[in-house]
């Protein structure tokens, strides 16, 4: 089995990607694009799915400490009731875990520093990548060619790997909702880890961090393409009826810390998440909406499940096979739950049927609703050593 890899694309699922493939005996480069990785973003929720991925792959301790356990929280009505609430410590004893919060860019620190920094090339987009013979993938990065025995494309929703790849396919589309989000610049008092409220085609959501701070989003139904001068204004204009710990949150955020972006996923499935020796992962193989908050485990379990696959099988390509066959039905099946759980979530605008909703959420035993979480948080990683 050949030895060499690149992985294009830097971000949690790529450097995972990385992590395994190099305990399992691989030479990588993991060409960035980016030239000063500021690892721009907000915050994240890592569920036991994607902490057992960190654990396999010797990061999972450093990822803990600097998280927080999200223990009190739940579901919310604009006016502060609740419609279900979170017990992390049912979590734990079920999975071993509560949901865990934690920046973005505190989890990027911790996935390169598993890396050699020789390991990473800073600042070269790949243009292009094809097969060029048998057993070679041959990635070019301006100047700079690389020859490798395995490609693995983990270059984001808008991929181009991809786009090469699969020129036929829709790519991603836009799913309806747009998302402004920010880590608050001080500590706030909350009396929960983890909230969400949903409105009518809106919802507000915090997680609490280890040093005080916060992390809040808020998702609207809004035509794609749509901006606003000062988010923050509007988004006081848009909650300001909603309950606290909502306006403490926007106090406490710096108007250029506001992130904006439309929420795209890939809704039409792909065929095969691989072609020849050359990998898909992560977003580039099944961006999702992130109503279950799913998208970063699922590219942790990918690269576990590549890597072990690879690992297991006597070639390239019979590892290939096995990771298509074990991370395609089950990435997209959590896609499709991702894309239902936002339509009788977050954009749901009916007045009649939110009221349905909340009556049905209001009534459902809160084991039942442990039992859907649990779906996707049971999966456990195939092990590297």
Request: proline share 6%.
């Amino acid at each position: 089995m050949g030895n060499t890899a690149v992985v294009v694309g830097g971000g949690i699922g790529g450097l995972a990607a990385a992590i395994g493939l190099r305990r399992t005996g691989w030479e990588l480069t993991v060409v960035e694009r980016a030239s000063i990785l500021e690892d721009a973003g907000a915050g994240i929720s890592l569920a036991a799915n994607g902490l057992r991925a960190l654990d396999e792959l010797g990061v999972g301790e450093a990822v803990r400490d600097a998280s927080r356990g999200q223990y009190r929280g739940g579901t919310r009505t604009p006016e502060g009731g609740w419609l279900a609430r979170m017990d992390g410590a049912v979590l734990e004893k079920a999975v071993g875990t509560p949901i865990m919060g934690i920046p973005r860019s505190t989890l990027h620190r911790l996935l390169r520093e598993a890396l050699p920094a020789e390991a990473m090339l800073i600042g070269s987009e790949a243009g292009s990548v094809r097969q060029a013979g048998p057993g070679t993938v041959r990635v070019g990065c301006g100047d700079t060619v690389l020859d490798a025995d395995l490609v693995v494309a983990a270059d984001g929703i808008g991929s181009k790997v991809r786009s090469l790849l699969f020129p036929a396919h829709p790519g991603p589309v836009y799913s309806g909702s747009t998302v402004l989000r920010a880590i608050t610049e001080r500590a706030v008092e909350l009396r929960t880890d983890f909230e969400l409220t949903w409105g009518r085609g809106a919802e507000f959501g915090h997680i609490a961090f280890r040093d005080g701070r916060a992390e809040w989003h808020a998702v609207l139904n809004l035509p794609a393409g749509t901006r606003f001068a000062d988010p923050l204004t509007e988004l006081r204009r848009w909650f300001r009826n909603w309950h606290d710990p909502i306006p403490a949150l926007f106090d406490a955020t710096r108007p250029a810390a506001v992130l904006h972006h439309d929420v795209k996923e890939i809704r039409t499935p792909l065929p095969s998440y691989t072609v020849g020796r050359i990998a898909l992962l992560g977003d580039a193989a099944h961006a999702m909406t992130p109503h279950l908050g799913q998208g970063a485990c699922q590219a942790l379990e990918d690269a576990i499940t590549l890597a072990a696959a690879l690992a297991a099988e006597p070639t390239v390509e019979a590892g290939l096979a096995r990771y298509d066959a074990e991370r395609r039905p089950r990435s997209q099946a959590v896609a499709r739950a991702a894309r239902q759980a936002g339509r009788m979530g977050q954009q749901l605008s009916h007045p009649l049927a939110v009221t349905l909703r909340n009556t049905a959420m209001r009534l459902t035993p809160s084991h039942l609703a442990t039992r859907m979480i649990l779906r996707h948080h049971a999966w456990v990683p195939p092990q590297l050593n």
